[in-house]
């Protein structure tokens, strides 16, 4: 079985200056530039304020997964991009990864006198070394590692809500920047993929750390990258291209009127996309999505879905049977544990919205319901999905309906 990952053509790095010194600094380090790439993306990320966002309430929050065998330079590509890029604007650069709640300490303090958690950092780079780690710590009873990252990754807010006021995280949405790079080997990479029904792969960009045009001369390591580090508190909404934008907004009618089933790596296609591209319009301008950034992120995109798509089969090389076996009962398992899991939490979370607008007496607004439910379930639900249920479905009790911008009980006939 061939070692080297798919990788993106050599014309794609000849496309801008920057792109150019991207892969000077990797052959340098005798890196794949791709991998290198995907860390750079994950720093601009972290560079950018939380006020800057894409159309829709799209965030740039960005995590990549870096995969090669041990020895083959999955934290000299990290390091290659920390030593091209070295400001990001914040002090928690290559931070390590642990819990759910450990991951919102990066950004809040303990709750102050006001009842909230100050905001002490806006944002924070996560790096592990070695994914098993992050696997292991996501396996355990009661982790909320990955719904966290699944969180970020989408600008939610997060943290541990029902703790104990000394121990109590929260972050809100819009006040955070995420990014995280992890290191993966193939067969560890591929047990990520078994959390394909709860939206884990779909949001990592993976890029291999093995590339045939690795020069056995390394040439000079080229100066370092300067971004215009926009200002704390500065917010805008990056700028897409017209025909770009009806695009993506063509593509989420066909999908959202059932005209079209995406594959389920491909979910989150479009906003990956987006990010990227504006990325790395980051790295040359302003940010605005351009035809030429888009049609390099999808570049960077189908690259990262053909390393995906490989490593299953390095995996499935090593140990065929066992591997098979093993991810597909890992896949039934997680598909059947997430289905039974969602549908309590959105039963249970429609019930406590039910019996507040009932026990108010009145109706009452979207807010109201929002705070109905534990906080626990916040960080997994869609909350307008559990309205839509509670007025759809509803409970024994009864159900929800909308009266303009409000919600009134509706007692079961």
Known sequence: MNAVFPHLPSDFYTSTNALLRIRQAAYARQVSPDAVLAVILCRIAASLPPGIV???????????????????????AMKAATDLLPDVGTRHDGVPIGSGEGIATAYVGKVDDTGTNPLLNASALFYVDEGEQLLTVG????STTFATIRSCWSGQAFGSMNASTDRRRLVRA???RFALAVGFQPTFAAELLTGQDAGDPQRYLFAGVTHPDIPSVPPPFPDPLRLPLTASGVSFVVDVDADIAAGIARRRAEVATGRTVLDIYDTHRDLMTLKIAALLSFLDGDGDVTPTSWNLANAVVDNGRRV???????????????????????LQEESMREERRE???????????????????????????????SGKHRNVIDIDDVIDFACEVGTPDGRLKREGDYFAFVPAA
Do not use: C, W
């Open 174 to 176: 819009g006040t955070y």
């Open 54 to 76: 894409l159309p829709n309430g799209g965030t740039l929050d960005f995590v990549t997964a870096l995969v090669g065998s041990p020895g083959t330079g999955k934290s000299k």
């Open 343 to 373: 549908s309590r939490i959105r039963l249970s979370a429609a019930g406590s919205m039910i019996r507040r607008t009932k026990r108010n007496g009145r109706p009452v607004t979207r807010s109201t319901l929002t705070t109905a439910v």
């Open 139 to 142: 396996r355990r009873d009661g």
């Open 308 to 330: 995906r798509t490989h490593l299953v089969s390095v995996s499935q090389s090593v140990d065929n049977d066992r591997f098979l076996q093993g991810v597909e009962r890992k």
